[in-house]
């Protein structure tokens, strides 16, 4: 995941500040889902059940991600593909409910272990799909971005 954010960064980074604070924030959200899920370099924490701070602040994270998203980014990019191709419109209209798919099981997971008791016996296995969510969302985002430059790089 972080080397998929390294070539979004090498190819999206410093043309705008907004996807480059979008693109920090899903940094942050990628190292704390490493910390809760115990994994490489915080693989030591593995053997315990992370603290109800670190999966709030997890889910914070999670929460700003898809916020930022949803309300600034994508806004941003569909104004510019409305301005510029009716082909990009048409692929906008194709990724965005995939998005929003990901961004209701990110809400629900939330839910689940910030605004509710919860129990920590399947958060494993939580975090799986999630983290797979995620993923695909990643990927889906980077073809947003990809239309947006490659279509329209003179709008930058």
């Not at 906008?92 to 605004?115: A, D, G, N, Q, W």
Request: one cysteine or more.
């Amino acid at each position: 995941m972080l080397n998929k954010l390294e070539q979004a960064r090498q190819q999206w980074g410093g043309a705008n500040s907004l996807i480059d604070t979008w693109l920090n924030k899903r940094q942050e959200l990628i190292v704390a889902y490493c910390q809760i899920a115990g994994m490489p370099p915080y693989e030591k924490n593995a053997q315990q059940l992370p603290k109800d701070e670190e999966i709030s602040e997890f889910c914070n994270k999670l929460v700003d991600y898809v916020s930022t998203g949803h309300f600034e980014v994508y806004r941003e990019v569909v104004s510019a593909c409305e301005t510029h191709g009716e082909s990009s419109i048409c692929h906008i209209e194709e990724l965005l409910p995939k998005i929003t798919l990901t961004t209701e099981m990110s809400l629900e997971f939330t839910e689940k272990y910030v605004e509710h008791e919860h129990n920590l016996d399947n958060l494993d296995t939580h975090l799986s799909t999630l983290i797979q969510g995620l993923e695909q969302r990643f990927g889906l985002e980077d073809e947003l971005l990809s239309n947006l430059y490659e279509k329209h790089s003179e709008t930058n």
